[in-house]
């Protein structure tokens, strides 16, 4: 089996993910003070969606920081395959909390669409708005470079939750001025109502995605490519029919990458010699794919092992 430790966090040139959620609970709590502002003095239901989205973004944040830290735990005899997973349980409740906001916002910009109201200093709230998703959009492309890096979930998740934010502000921002160049109030609720659409979906989303984590989803595509191009190396240096691989099983978890499969050689080959060459066959995968963690099951040629059920149980391509 392969060395069990986690991939690493912190890599250079990129700040570690604690560090940068840390980040994204100070931004939030600033966000926070500038959209209520700006709602405060303009008096926009649609400031007042964007500044409520950003109690979710502080939420989700103390949430992710709390899953990341347990996810970064090493393994133990009640959890002998890590924690990775905890970082789904981040995603999941981000998801949920976006979709409650949603469903507030919606509440509230109906009453308004219905019951349109002067809206005042509209240069105050739409300098602060703008100041607020400088903020989240700076912060959100450093984040997903780094969840890219070191595959976090929790991570991603908030990062693409701050971007949904910038965009959010950006939908906001053109209610306020459509509403301010034409007079009509109720582009400003109307505003409001598209925000809470995209912010159901972006919850919807992250919802779904963390219970496929749960639910020991296969490895991305480009990932399997890579698993099944390095032991379709090791076939082609052996001889004709003396080495094969099948029953080739993967699973993620957090940044965790997982792949069982057995691999068939001839039966009057030593044990010293075909433990040497699964060694190798362990080292090759692992360059290929960082994280990675797989057991390899060595059978002689002719025998072949027999499953109740057969998911996802392939040859390499």
């Known amino acids: ?29 600033a966000t926070i003070a500038l959209k209520t502002l700006a709602w405060w003095v303009t008096g926009s239901v649609g400031l007042l969606s964007d500044a409520m989205e950003s109690f ?25 395959y890590g924690h990775h997973k905890a970082e789904y349980f981040s995603s999941g409740f981000e998801g949920v909390l976006i979709v409650g906001v949603a469903l ?22 739409l300098g602060l708005s703008i100041v ?13 470079r780094t969840a890219r890096q070191v ?13 949904t934010d910038v965009w959010t502000s950006a939908g906001v921002l053109v209610g306020l001025v459509g509403a301010a160049l034409t007079g009509w109030l109720w582009l400003d609720a109307l ?9 159901l979906r972006e919850g ?5 995605r963390s219970v496929q984590g749960l639910m020991d989803e296969a490895v991305e595509p480009e990932v399997q ?55 190798e066959v362990e080292r090759a995968l692992m360059a290929a794919v960082p994280g990675l963690r797989a057991t390899i099951e060595l059978l002689p040629t002719d025998v072949e092992a027999h499953f109740d059920d057969r998911p996802n149980m392939k040859e390499p391509a």
């Open 151 to 163: 595959r976090s979930i929790a991570l991603e998740a908030d990062a693409r939750h701050l971007l």
């Open 56 to 80: 979710v973004n502080l939420a989700a944040a103390v949430f992710a920081l709390a899953m990341v830290t347990i996810a970064q735990r090493p393994a133990d005899d009640d959890h002998p």
């Open 225 to 279: 490519t890579s698993i099944d191009q390095t032991l379709q190396g090791f076939v082609q240096r052996a001889a004709p029919g003396a080495l094969r691989f099948d029953h080739v099983v993967t699973r993620r978890a957090g940044q965790r990458r997982f792949v069982d499969l057995h691999m068939h050689m001839p039966g009057h080959w030593t044990l010293h010699g075909a433990a040497a060459l699964r060694g």
């Open 204 to 208: 919807a989303a992250l919802a779904w």
């Open 132 to 144: 607020s998703s400088a903020l989240n959009g700076a912060l959100a492309w450093a984040m997903l």
């Open 104 to 125: 507030a916002i919606l509440w509230a910009a109906v009453h308004r669409l219905f019951d349109p109201q002067p809206l005042e200093s509209l240069g105050w709230g």
């Open 191 to 199: 505003a409001a109502i598209g925000v809470a659409l995209n912010i």
């Open 1 to 29: 089996m392969s060395n069990p430790a986690a991939p690493t966090a912190d890599l250079p040139g990129h700040l570690p993910p604690r560090t940068l959620l840390w980040a994204s609970v100070g931004v939030a709590l």
